[in-house]
């Protein structure tokens, strides 16, 4: 079995950008690594895409549909103003 089709490989691929997160904020790598981690899922639980080029639109379409779930999870609420009351240099 190739190596991409294991569910291990994507587990660990989401782990490594969920870390990438933890380092660099900014909700970039988070939607990637839940996106490896519900493909991970996914072939765990023996849903398996023929090839490498359709894991590949299976795991942009996750990454995708999990960045706009945030968006809309973490968003400002409608007239909401974000006002900063500290500096983060105090």
Excluded: C, H
């Excluded at 490989?9 to 870390?19: D, F, P």
């Excluded at 900014?26 to 765990?44: E, H, M, R, S, V």
């Amino acid at each position: 079995m190739v190596l991409w089709a294991q569910w291990w490989v994507w587990m660990s691929g989401a782990l490594i950008l969920a870390t990438l997160e933890v380092l660099i904020p900014g909700y970039i790598f988070l939607g990637f690594a839940i996106g490896a981690g519900l493909l991970g899922l996914l072939i765990l639980f023996g849903i398996n895409a023929t090839g490498l080029a359709l894991t590949l639109v299976i795991f942009a379409v996750l990454s995708l549909l999990s960045y706009l779930g945030m968006r809309r999870f973490f968003r400002l609420r409608q007239g909401q103003v974000k006002v900063w009351e500290t500096d983060i240099n105090d």
